[in-house]
């Protein structure tokens, strides 16, 4: 399953969570041997499970939460426990997310965003709901494009939705009243989240318009390492390779904190201060 996820580039952060916390499950059932040899065969499994999506914060933190129980509490059942009650929590913290970000969107406002993000979606689809009256725009997110899956899922909650290529987004700050974005992690230095990201948040730094991020608590990283985002397969931008041309294909940038307007949890928003409090190991 491991390897099913680490070539899985196209699934969210928590669907790629749920499938490593089974992992997990299904590693200490197989396990037979002394407390001590557990955790050394936990922790080397774990360490395992986050080189397979290391920029995503939440697979690290299921890791980091079942072998902080074992090492903890001595038993597995408590590490069973400790695993299922996070993916439990990261199932609830879109609605939570959505319930307390809601507010913060002006009626009838235009909102631009950035990839996939259930999430988003969830924030959106609330909106909406609400009656709101909010549309949405939604640049491409290559290369897998997983922002015109996101176009399809709002549509199909009757949310007025445009769909935009990559290199235009920035410039359409200018039209739209606030950006939301999700996030894989949020860390001491900004946040992580589909390449893209940064320079929508340069752009409405520079338009004056608000930057919310919806992201759930469980994606808090307290430090990251820029070695976690990785060159991706050259093939999913160019079929046929050139001669003497490199390609250069990264999943995440990382936006620094000064572009960030609102950071919304599920208790709430959250100034940077408090965020960085919270990552204070």
Not at 30 to 59: C, K, N, W
Not at 226 to 255: A, G
């Amino acid at each position: 399953m491991l390897e099913e996820i680490a070539r899985d580039h196209r699934s969210g952060a928590t669907e790629l969570t749920r499938r490593a916390g089974e992992a997990l499950l299904r590693f200490l059932e197989e396990q037979t041997g002394s407390p001590s040899a557990l955790v050394e065969e936990l922790a080397r499994f774990a360490e395992r499970l986050t080189e397979a999506q290391p920029a995503m914060a939440s697979l690290r933190n299921v890791a980091r939460r079942a072998l902080g129980a074992l090492q903890e509490r001595g038993d597995l059942a408590a590490v069973k426990e400790a695993v299922q009650e996070f993916l439990q929590a990261l199932e609830r913290s879109p609605a939570r997310i959505a319930e307390r970000a809601v507010p913060l969107l002006p009626p009838g406002s235009r909102i631009l965003t950035v990839s996939y993000s259930a999430t988003v979606l969830e924030v959106l689809a609330r909106a909406h709901r609400e009656g709101r009256g909010i549309a949405v725009v939604c640049p491409e997110s290559r290369p897998l494009c997983e922002g015109l899956r996101l176009a399809r899922e709002l549509a199909s909650h009757g949310i007025p939705t445009e769909i935009c290529v990559d290199a235009l987004a920035p410039a359409l700050t200018e039209e739209c009243d606030l950006v939301v974005v999700g996030g894989d992690a949020l860390a001491p230095e900004g946040l992580l989240n589909k390449c893209g990201t940064l320079p929508l948040a340069l752009a409405a730094h520079r338009t004056h318009t608000p930057f919310l991020v919806a992201i759930s608590s469980l994606k808090f990283l307290p430090r990251f390492e820029r070695s976690w985002i990785r060159e991706m397969p050259p093939e999913e931008v160019l079929d046929e390779p050139f001669p003497s041309v490199r390609v250069r294909n990264l999943y995440f940038d990382l936006t620094p904190w000064e572009y960030i307007t609102h950071t919304v949890t599920e208790s709430g928003a959250l100034t940077a201060e408090e965020v960085r409090r919270r990552l204070s190991p």
